[in-house]
């Protein structure tokens, strides 16, 4: 379980409040989705869970508890543990690897679990030639490739918790596809969970189990798809017509 408690984010030049006393819990076997416009602190509340924002920029309050540990109070170490359990995938995933090392560097067994399951986990997500891809730079990769390859990356990395910002930004409806069949596998085994940060409405429908929306640095309560959406584009259309 992840539990976020009174989380409160602001920027420490101007003080300005990013995200505004945020609480949820999220449970295992289940794929949660957060959406919202751009500026409403999605990006930065996810950021904050496993602790990846720069603390010069940012101040955090509040807790977000793994197995009941705070990891708001981790030492660095303790945090590099937690990480290992919680994956997060980023937006941009070309730069999220080395442009000096090739794809297989990031699938050694000091990164993954089981090396074994590079072939089955590649070709689900339509990354073959695997050895090709493997031997490739990431500059080589396609903006869609790098993004599977991250996805890939994450999954080998057997995590409890699985964090997606914009996973489906760079892909086209048949990869998106691929995601959510991948994705649904996944929070079958060992009760995972998955939480996405995404613009796309229709993915976020189909896939998930509970959606929140953020609005103005709040976040919604978690609840049924159609009902959260419901009220999203309520306060979206009344926000057009004012």
């Known amino acids: 379980m992840l539990s976020v408690e009174q989380l409160t984010i602001k920027l420490n030049k101007s003080g300005r409040t990013i995200v505004n006393s945020v609480n949820f819990k999220l449970f295992g076997s289940n794929i949660y989705s957060i959406i919202g416009k751009n500026g409403e602190g999605k990006t930065v509340m996810l950021k904050s869970l496993t602790r990846l924002l720069d603390e010069e920029v940012f101040s955090i309050d509040g807790s977000v508890r793994f197995n009941d540990t705070d990891i708001l109070m981790l030492d660095n170490t303790s945090l590099l543990g937690v990480r290992r359990s919680i994956r997060y995938l980023f937006q941009d995933a070309v730069n999220t690897f080395d442009p000096l090392k090739k794809i297989s560097y990031y699938f050694d067994e000091k990164f ?53 910002d914009e ?76």
């Open 112 to 164: 993954i679990k089981d090396r074994k399951k590079i072939p089955e986990t590649f070709n689900n997500l339509l990354l073959t030639p695997v050895e090709k891809i493997l031997n490739s730079f990431p500059y080589e990769l396609s903006t869609g490739q790098a993004q599977r390859v991250s996805f890939a990356l994450a999954l080998l990395g057997e995590p409890n918790i699985l964090i997606l």
């Open 167 to 242: 996973p489906t930004s760079a892909l086209d409806p048949i990869n998106a596809n691929l995601f959510k069949i991948v994705l649904s596998d996944y929070i079958k085994k060992d009760d995972r969970l998955v939480l996405i940060v995404t613009h796309d409405i229709n993915f976020a429908e189909k896939i998930s189990n509970k959606i929140a929306f953020m609005h103005l640095g709040k976040l919604t309560e978690f609840e049924n798809p159609s009902l959260s959406i419901k009220k999203y584009n309520e306060i979206f259309l009344k926000g057009i017509n004012d």
